[in-house]
């Protein structure tokens, strides 16, 4: 059955000047507009349905880079008091109406959406009211599983992060040791799911490989300090865990394998990079 939104294989009727008529059911002849046909497929054609710019069901074999029901980046391409249209693959760009704005985007700006299509005007829109959407199922992940986030905002805690399109996520920010920003789209790694069914995250893998991204960080972070860093193995628990989201153990195995290759030296209360 055809459905706005949605992919369908559908019974080719015939060939006009502008393409090809589907058989839509209850939705009528749908058009497969030449520009939008990728071969040469008779009998059942597979299809994604959307609505053209006067409101008709509309096919294309393409798929558009969010589906519906889902989470993505989109670019800005332009703006008027309606909405931002944004470029989402197909011939027609996706609105995301003012109503469903947080911050009117710029022409150019990424912006981070869910997909979904309105029941009243039953048209596929955008929205930026993130938090909405979010799965009402109990995350059921692992300490130290890997997942993929999306960054769509930031607290005094960290960054707000959805987690594998799915959950709503936070990612602390003695865990960020780079530069992040709205948009980005990066793997991390699970530190707990709370009662409250959001997810902590990490930007580093626990256990063994911990202690080495840790190595990789002190060294990011030495060189941004000019190559010293008021902090050692005499530094109390509270305070490595404050600035590095790391045991003291963990800290201490890392600094103890860059003191053995000789990138670092211990000496006035902190570490030096001569590495």
């Known amino acids: 059955m055809a459905k706005i939104g949605e992919r369908a294989k559908l019974p080719y009727l015939r060939e006009v000047g502008a393409g090809s008529f589907l058989d839509g059911g209850e939705l009528g002849e749908i058009l497969l507009p030449k520009g939008e046909r990728m071969n040469d497929e008779r009998e059942l054609v597979d299809v994604f349905i959307y609505r053209d710019s006067e409101d008709l069901p509309i096919a294309t074999q393409k798929a558009p880079k969010v589906t519906p029901g889902n989470f993505g980046v989109l670019r800005v391409l332009a703006s008027n008091n309606t909405g931002a249209f944004l470029d989402w693959g197909l011939s027609k760009d ?4 003012y109503s469903e704005q947080r911050n009117p985007p710029k022409v150019g700006q990424a912006v981070v959406v869910y ?3 309105d029941p009243k005007s039953e048209r596929l829109v955008a929205s930026q009211r993130i938090s909405r959407h979010f799965s009402t199922d109990t995350p059921d992940y692992p300490e130290g599983a890997e997942v993929d ?3 769509f905002g930031r607290t005094d805690m960290g960054y707000k992060a ?3 399109g799915k959950y709503s996520g936070l990612l602390f ?4 040791f780079e530069e992040l920003f709205y948009a980005d789209e990066i793997k991390g790694y699970v530190t707990q799911v709370r009662n409250d069914r959001k ?3 990490s930007l580093y893998a626990p256990g063994n490989a911990k202690v080495e991204d840790l190595e990789t960080r002190l060294e990011r972070e030495l060189n941004s300090r000019g190559g010293f860093w008021a902090i050692d193995d005499k530094s109390s628990p509270e305070t ?3 600035e590095l989201g790391v045991s003291k153990k963990v800290f201490k195995k890392a600094t103890g394998a860059l003191f053995k ?4 030296a211990f000496e006035d209360g902190g570490i030096r990079w001569i590495g």
Request: hydrophobic content about 60%.
């Open 173 to 176: 920010k003695n865990q960020v």
């Open 240 to 242: 490595i865990n404050l």
């Open 199 to 201: 997810v902590d995250l």
């Open 149 to 151: 986030m999306i960054i």
């Open 261 to 264: 290759k000789r990138k670092i």
């Open 94 to 97: 996706l609105l995301l109406p």
């Open 162 to 164: 959805i987690v594998d």
């Open 115 to 117: 997909v979904y299509l």
